[in-house]
């Protein structure tokens, strides 16, 4: 390959890496065309950009980013697959699913980069898997700093009912 060719692949690895918050490291290694092809669809369907890359290649576009990714270099070797996606749990339900029904247990986790942290190892799947978004943590906040809020409200309204309640009982004797 062409010291230019390279450089190009480089800047559109910038690219596209800039595009997206978070990106999964997986071993692809293995599968057959059919079983790439479904992986692909799996990944349109989701949303999730899938390339076979050149570990040389990423590496170097990693580097020119603004971004310290010294931790994921260990994972560039082998066969490397780089899942895009701005879900970030995303890539990882698909590399489970996937991996399940796969005989060979493919693909594989190797690294990801997931809500500006890294995890590095086929072991923090399950982590990734099951990981909040940071809207869907806002969210939760939200609930709970709303939940006291709303119990003040209803214990005073039921409250109310029962005075009037007592009220309407009392008249009533008289």
Same mark, same amino acid.
């Given at each position: ?6 450089? &190009? ?6 690219? %596209? ?10 071993? @692809? ?6 079983? %790439? ?14 390339? /076979? /890359? ?39 339900? /698909?590399?489970? &699913? ?42 939760? @906040? ?10 003040? /409200? ?7 009912? %029962? ?12």
């Amino acid at each position: 390959m062409k010291k230019e060719d390279k450089s &190009t692949i480089i800047k559109q690895l910038e690219s %596209t890496l800039g595009e997206y918050a978070h990106f999964y490291l997986a071993d @692809i290694g293995g599968l057959n065309a059919a079983q %790439t092809s479904e992986l692909r669809r799996e990944c349109n369907k989701q949303e999730i950009k899938l390339l /076979v /890359v050149k570990n040389t290649l990423l590496q170097k576009a990693l580097e020119n980013s603004n971004i310290d990714f010294t931790q994921l270099y260990d994972a560039l070797k082998g066969e490397t697959s780089l899942m895009l996606s701005n879900i970030n749990n995303a890539p990882a339900k /698909v590399i489970n &699913t996937f991996s399940k029904k796969s005989k060979i247990k493919k693909p594989v986790l190797k690294a990801a980069y997931v809500e500006e942290s890294f995890y590095i190892g086929e072991s923090h799947l399950d982590e990734l898997v099951h990981i909040k978004s940071k809207n869907e943590l806002i969210g939760d @906040i939200i609930a709970l700093l709303q939940s006291p809020a709303k119990n003040v /409200v209803s214990a005073l309204q039921s409250g109310g009912n %029962t005075i009037h309640g007592v009220l309407t009982t009392l008249a009533e004797r008289q």
